[in-house]
């Protein structure tokens, strides 16, 4: 049921008596939390100071709710103002109601920040399906409104770290995406279900402030024999993760990013996570995810995305979500060095504009050594001269196996017309432990 702003405020204006009739036109803006509720006090926190803020529109107009959608005119950061001030990418969901805010760096800790929401609004316009076609809406309006959040105090250091022999891993598990609302009703169940193994791959030293580099790689994971998460040879999720961090707060984003969930595959324009770990590697309060995606991108469901009015007048699909996060036992395999496992050759074959390309890895096993493909994972990651990855499905590849079922070589596909960067560096990793790291050009 929509919130009823006037059942719950002593306030004159919401006074239906005769001698004081309902308003005409009455916009609220609320702050919505991580986990997709919306905060009528008006106040959220606290929230990591790398956090994604999420602002949804209320109109009530002769006592009833209008479904209205913020109009981006000139453009969707032109609604948003913020005391104190900070620079922010924004975008608005498919229906108009939610605009998402993203903080193009950290905020200072332990602050109260003041965001107003201002524009016109639009509604009742030209329906196809469950959108509403752009530039249609025969009512407009002007709203504004307020809220404000807070963010959590300065902690840290951060608890990862990236050793010779083994790298600290957490489990991530337990992913909601409840914005929009229509992916809660074709993939819950799916996103519930996903175990995530995520591993250090190298961890920047901090600078004065505490803050560094940090690059994280992400891989589905199952039960393996003796309980331990280890990583699913048959997962459709693996992809990296980099960014910053500030003592125990991450800021972490990938572009170009392309994952494959069980209803198919969804290239990201952009793939943010927005968290701070305590010492037991749990995600404090206020943990999210954002992504992006070009709706005319998604292969085989581009059309049907329209249909369901989750894309803006932009095309671009916004979702937002939230995780929890749990320390993956130390001794478990995953996070270890395979005793007995090295690589030999990394090749390249760069791509042209008409012929794909691949990067393959070559491993070697000392004798009597086993690793084999039916029990481990191994990925292969391309990152530029910045650290940042390679916008690439990692999942496209293909394996080869000896005669008794150990992993041989590993070969990621690179599509035609992809462009590498001028410095290239390759990741081979075992499950999530960095096996090598090599500079290829």
Do not use: K
């Not at 104190?84 to 993203?102: E, K, N």
Request: charged share 20%; glycine share 10%.
């Amino acid at each position: 049921m929509p919130y009823d702003y006037c059942r719950h405020r002593a306030d004159r204006r919401c006074d239906r008596s005769p001698s004081a009739p309902y308003p005409a036109r009455l916009s609220r803006v609320f702050p919505v939390t991580a986990g997709g509720i919306t905060v009528r006090s008006g106040r959220e926190g606290p929230v990591p100071a790398s956090a994604e803020i999420t602002a949804r529109l209320m109109v009530r107009q002769g006592g009833r709710t209008v479904y209205a959608a913020m109009l981006p005119s000139p453009s969707a950061a032109s609604l948003v103002h913020t005391s104190p001030h900070f620079a922010a990418h924004v975008q608005l969901s498919g229906d108009g109601r939610y605009a998402f805010i993203t903080p193009d760096s950290f905020l200072a800790p332990g602050t109260t920040y003041h965001v107003r929401v201002a524009g016109r609004w639009g509604a009742d316009g030209q329906r196809v399906a469950n959108s509403t076609v752009p530039g249609t809406w025969t009512r407009h309006g002007r709203f504004s409104g307020s809220f404000s959040f807070r963010t959590a105090p300065r902690a840290g250091p951060l608890p990862l770290r990236a050793g010779r022999d083994a790298v600290t891993t957490f489990e991530l598990r337990r992913m909601a995406v409840p914005l929009p609302a229509f992916l809660p009703s074709v993939n819950q169940i799916g996103f519930d279900s996903y175990v995530l193994l995520v591993g250090a791959l190298r961890v920047g030293p901090p600078d004065r402030h505490g803050a560094g580099r940090v690059l994280l790689w992400a891989t589905q994971a199952r039960r393996g024999p003796g309980g331990a998460y280890t990583g699913d040879p048959h997962g459709t999720l693996m992809f990296p993760l980099a960014g910053s961090y500030r003592g125990d707060t991450l800021l972490l984003s990938v572009r170009g990013a392309v994952l494959t969930f069980s209803f198919g595959t969804v290239p990201l324009r952009r793939l943010d996570m927005r968290f701070a770990l305590d010492r037991a590697l749990r995600a404090r309060p206020g943990a999210g995810l954002y992504a992006e995606a070009v709706c005319a991108q998604v292969p085989h469901y581009g059309a049907a995305t329209r249909l369901t009015g989750i894309c803006n007048d932009q095309d671009v699909l916004a979702a937002a979500g939230t995780f929890i996060t749990d320390r993956y036992p130390a001794p478990a395999p995953a996070a270890r060095r395979p005793r007995g496992v090295t690589v030999g050759s990394l090749v390249l074959r760069a791509p042209t504009a008409a012929r794909a390309g691949s990067l393959t890895a070559t491993l070697h096993l000392a004798r009597g050594a086993r690793y084999r493909a039916a029990d481990h994972r191994v990925g292969l990651l391309l990152v530029d001269g910045s650290g940042d990855p390679v916008g690439l499905d990692y999942t496209a590849q293909a394996t080869a196996r000896d005669a008794a079922g150990n992993l041989r070589s590993v070969r990621l596909a690179i599509p035609a017309g992809t462009a590498l960067p001028r410095h290239l560096t390759a990741y081979v990793i075992a499950d999530v432990f960095p096996l090598s790291r090599r500079r290829l050009r």
